[in-house]
């Protein structure tokens, strides 16, 4: 190509390079500043920051909102979070059907709807997810941040070429520094991730937490799913929630936490703090490695071909047909598994009860549609609006 | 349309739009970002900035590293580091062919090993060891080719390996046990290039060699020479000793550190800005491509292409997959960069461990089958980079015939390992 012609190419691949730059960049900004609107449940006690435990996240992405629910009565605690990956919808949602319908009767509830926010304010590059997702509610319909399953780059960069977990140096991938379920129990110096991990465990302390339950989604190629994952302290409690939930409303199974798998919430929290640990796997087709169009109906009906004929071939952990995962069920299950895990927590600790209600169980969910239990904030009291 | 036929179209139209930019003589980068734009407007009817955007960052770090290694090896370079240390080790080893190919076999092995990244070890002592392999006798299509596959072994060989533990992290397996495996496979692999390649050349003419090489600028020792290389190692080594105490700095960083080093430590004075240019020119062709390597995936993933690819292969018997592998892997490698460990590797990975075979064993051999691919079109990234760096003048296709056996021995190992992946348990640990 001769000079003048070179030099107009380069100058036309600046400028939309340039346009590129700034209609993505746009895009990134909107989704990353977009705040979710919350409407806290008439009976919620008080929402701090997760700062309030761990000054050095106040002003940071993470400092997340706290709900605190209290009883009239006296019983032990509960601390319940989504959103450790955004990319798993299902556990935020739960997280927020939770804060805006819950009452205490017995006990303490707190609530994280996202416990790492960072996570929830950027989209992994290569696979394509769509930046948000809408869940219709009888008021309209109601907008999501979509994330990832990493804390955002902008936030912790760069990665170490290994991660070594803090404190059993166990090594890990190295993007995995920015893995919340792979930090705990965080560390005070440490990442933004993992000084999260850690300001969750001063709540635990602080809190004084019984109880600790992580809610997420997982991948049909992935052996862990449909299951209650349980700290060795946790079994009793998690195997009867297993049993009753399998008789009564759908298959759940549970699985003993890995002794030598560091890093996850259902080891680290049991090891490093008084609270009994569970962790709670939903099916979501959306993150299978052999799905399909990536888009937002994938995300909420959890219908693909692809991931059906793997099923037709033996290749996944859970069953799938025609009908998919919807986001519905996966929330309700979520739902109904909180609902049996506390009653069996109140009855094998009848000294420390946890009695709630205002909470849909399985049934309800697939009935109404979980958009049924969101508030419209735009009718709230401001007082109870927060945003996420 | 049902989904098969729309994503069947999509790679229909990726395959037949690279195919017509390529008779338009555009460059493969420019192809394959033809392709993947006509991925995205076939399929949303529309063009999709942010995802071509976000895309484009998917190896963003890869070519930070890419970049900033050549910048510390071409400062080594031009301050005749580089030379000094050819002379030096002819010089000492000509005598001792096996024990010279040996040792350079190890100096070779552990740039990668410890990036994980096999262009670090081609960029950093690719040229060095080449040099010295020429001056051994050994042509330089075949000094190409050790280049180039030991630094696909380095990459391999642990304690990084990229795509085992990419694989991994999305099977969330710990990457724990992976050690002996891929030290046996990237050892075995390695050195077999090496003596199968370099084996047999002419006794090296001392006298002639040392004619024949530049002099290295006066006052370069060892010292000047070592503490870039000797700052390099201790700032990866101190990530791993004192994790909890170190800053969290990136192999990128760790490189320009070095480079800074290397410059302070020049007997002669440099051109910094000169170096820096020059260093991005030659890195464009590597850093495009992956760049649009990103932008293609993830058109791929939107459009449900690469997930019929991996419905694809994920739905193949077992034995026909331990006859294909030795080929998909290495293939797809060159089609699709490190991102086959997430798209391949997680399935794969999974339906291994569903068969009842040992996971690690069965994810390290992969993982070593994916890094022979790196010399295989349309991104041959390693492949280019080691053909860039050494000025080979022949044709690259000459540079992959002289790859032909090596690689064939390494496949077959690695796929020995796949089926034998339960006997072979007791190499699991650490």
Redesign the interface.
Known sequence: MKEKGLATVKVIAICLSVV??I??GA??YSHRTYKEPVVASEYVTQVKKLSDYFPDLKGTVNDCNIYIFEGSEPGGTVLLIGGTHPEEPGANLTAELIVENLRVKKGKVIVAIRANRSASTV?R????YP?FYHIETPWGVKKFRMGDRWSNPLDS??????Y?H?PS?????????R?FNRTWPG?K???ITEKTNYAFMQLIEKEKVDLFIDLHEAEL????ISTIVSHQRGVDIAAMTSMILSSTEFNIGMEYSPK???GLSHREVGDHSRAISLLYEAPEPFL????????ERLLLTGK???VM??GE???L?ENIDENGWPIDVRVGRHASTFLTTLEMWSEFHPDLPIVIEGIPRYNDVIANGVGYYFKDPSAAPENRVFYE | MDMYAHATLILVVIAATFTVAKLFKLSIELSMFAAAIAAFVVHTGNLPIRHIVEGAFTYYDVCLIFITATFFMSVLKESGGIVYMVRSIVKTFHKHRALCLFLLTVVLLIPGALTGSGAATVLTVGTLVGTVLTYMGISERKTAAIIFLCAAMSAAAPPINLWAMMAAAGSNMPYVGFMGPLLVLSVVGALFTMFYLGGKGKVVDLDKTLRELPEPPEGMNWFRVGLPFAVLFLLIIAGRVWPFDMPILGLPLMFVISAVVAILMSPKKLKIFAIAEETIHSLIPLVGIMIVVGVLIQSMALSGARGLISLGVVTLPLWVLFGTLWIILPVSEGLLQYAVAPLLGVPLVLLFNMKAMNPIIALSAMAVMWPVGDSLPPTAVVGRATVMELEFKGRYTEFLKACIVPSLFILLVCTLFLIFSNQLSFLVAG
């Open positions: 590129a730059m209609l993505a895009a990134f989209t590059p290569g696979d394509a930046q960069w760069p990665d170490p070429e290994v070594v803090y140096r166990q090594m890990l991938a190295y993007m995995d520094i893995n560390r110096n440490g990442t190629e992935y052996p862990v030598e798998l560091h299978d490695r052999v799905r399909g169009i990536t888009d693909d071909p692809f004929k793997a071939f033996g290749l952990y």
